[in-house]
């Protein structure tokens, strides 16, 4: 049986995505795939040149988000859904692989509650803000993407999900392709970024650390306190791809040649759940 994976490239600054689309092209029919990527440095750079300021802001819970009020949405649909999507699909069919390009609002793949009301630290003080255009992912459907993967389709998949009430939401691009894997029973869940894995010290890029033992709560927070800002999101939900089944996962470095593959083989931070999972070159 073909293997199901799951890859996420990240949306920071400083990735060339040839590489990661190479890598597709590479595994890509022989491995079911579905891509999912992130776009904010894109974002950021779109919202300055239309003379808006990115607002990240810091959760009582020591989380970083973006605030996304109505316009910041309009923007993240032209940029997530739009711009970055439409390159990456068309990367892939430069590549031959027949992509197709998706929202996590279409067909319901990601759907949950909004959460309007945003608890902050904003220079150091708690603030209220409302008007959020955030959610939480609490229900996948996969069918629209086996429907596609069925019929030879590659799926590429960003955020925004969809609310309750109907509405685009954001959410976190790592926890959306966790839940995905989960749901999808994928053998390995492969998350690239603009960093080598998990560092130690976020500084110093050979400070990777190699494994996390999520069935080890000391290695969990040893990771979780090294993890900063956005970077704890990832951990989380790493640790829980694991501990709902997910027999690989990695965080590993988009900038080098075959990312996915170096990924599979070990190369980056590696979560596992005690002894009983493997990493196979
Ligand atoms: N301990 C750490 N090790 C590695 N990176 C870290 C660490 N702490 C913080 N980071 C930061 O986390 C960032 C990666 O997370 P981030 O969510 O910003 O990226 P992404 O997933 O690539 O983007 P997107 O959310 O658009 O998909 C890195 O750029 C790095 O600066």
């Not at 309009?74 to 990456?88: F, T």
């Not at 053998?187 to 603009?194: D, M, Q, R, Y």
């Amino acid at each position: 049986m073909t293997a199901m994976l799951v890859v996420k490239l990240g949306g920071s600054a400083g990735i060339d995505p040839a590489l990661t689309l190479d890598d597709l092209a590479a595994l890509w029919p022989e491995h079911r795939i579905v891509f999912i990527h992130g776009a904010n440095a894109v974002l950021d750079e779109w919202m300055r040149r239309l003379g808006r300021e990115p607002r990240l802001v810091t959760s009582s819970t020591g989380q970083v988000s973006r605030f996304t009020d109505r316009e910041t949405m309009d923007l993240m649909l032209m940029v997530y859904a739009g711009l970055v999507n439409k390159r990456l699909v068309e990367g892939l069919q430069q590549r031959g692989i027949n992509a197709v390009g998706l929202t996590a609002m279409d067909g319901r793949i990601a759907s949950g509650p909004r959460k309007d009301v945003l608890r902050a630290i904003e220079n150091g003080k708690p603030k209220v803000l409302r008007g959020d255009y955030a959610g939480s992912i609490e229900q996948v459907d996969t069918r629209l993407l086996d429907l596609l993967l069925d019929n030879g389709y590659l799926p590429v998949l960003t955020p925004p999900a969809v609310s309750d009430q109907g509405e685009a939401i954001n959410v976190d691009g790592d926890k959306l392709a966790m839940q995905l894997a989960v749901a999808l029973r994928a053998e390995a869940l492969v998350i690239l970024s603009n960093t080598p894995g998990l560092l130690r010290d976020v500084r110093d890029p050979a400070s990777l650390i190699a494994t996390i033992d999520v069935s080890d709560p000391a290695s969990v927070e040893a990771a979780m306190t090294a993890a900063q800002g956005r970077m704890k999101k990832k951990v989380e939900a790493g640790c829980k791809a694991v501990q709902s089944g997910i027999g690989r996962v990695v965080f590993a470095d988009a900038r080098l040649p075959q990312p996915i593959q170096r990924a599979l083989a070990g190369v980056g931070t590696v979560l596992t759940a005690g002894s009983r999972v493997e990493v196979r070159p």
